[in-house]
């Protein structure tokens, strides 16, 4: 599954990591899995929460957590052939690929 619409739906992994990482009164809202890993369990998670957005990865035993300002990011936007979400936060570009455009639009409404 590429599309997480609730807690529960992510792996074991990423929902330790990310009860770890949450900030008091913040909560998931979705996430998504890109496809940036060689093998699933090592793709980024994205992960929209009601204050940011959160990359998760893990590779092996590491993992890391990179996060984003939801009120810092704008021009959230589709580009390619719509599987691929791109917005900028502060001075950043950020793009993640998705396997389908589902994924991309679910994000995006909650980016808008």
Known sequence: MSL??????????????LDDVLMAEEAFVVGGRAIDGLLARWCTRVVVTTDRVLEIRHVGLDWSVEGHRRERIHDARATGDGTRLR??????????????????????????
């Open 87 to 112: 917005f900028e936060a502060s001075l950043d570009e950020v793009e993640y690929d998705f396997a389908d455009e589902a994924t991309v639009d679910r994000l995006l409404v909650e980016l808008a």
């Open 4 to 17: 997480y619409e609730r807690f529960e739906d992510l792996d074991d992994r990423t929902r330790s990591r």
